[in-house]
């Protein structure tokens, strides 16, 4: 929620999850889990940091939210470089 919040206040908008607070609970409870889980989910699954499955995972969020982002702002009226 934090690039998504500066984006809508750069936008003038007010930030998403204020109205729609869903977003804060899903990441809320995302993190719990994961704190919570991490080590006995990755032991009994026989995941580490390292595995190329955290890198592509992460790669397709981080490009999926660009691409999330970027409509955000063409659809608020910004120019396509800006958004």
């Known amino acids: ?23 804060i609970v899903l990441c809320g409870l995302s993190a719990l889990a994961t704190f919570l889980f ?4 990755a ?3 026989n995941l580490s940091k390292d595995d190329m ?4 995972g992460d790669t397709i969020g981080i490009g ?3 691409c999330i982002g970027a409509i955000s702002g063409i659809r608020a009226g910004a120019r396509p470089l800006i958004a």
């Open 1 to 23: 929620t934090g690039g998504g919040t500066f984006r809508d206040l750069m936008l003038g908008k007010r930030a998403f999850w204020v109205e729609e607070w869903e977003y």
């Open 38 to 41: 991490w080590d006995s989910v």
């Open 43 to 45: 032991h009994s699954l």
């Open 53 to 56: 499955w955290l890198f592509w």
């Open 64 to 66: 999926a939210f660009c």
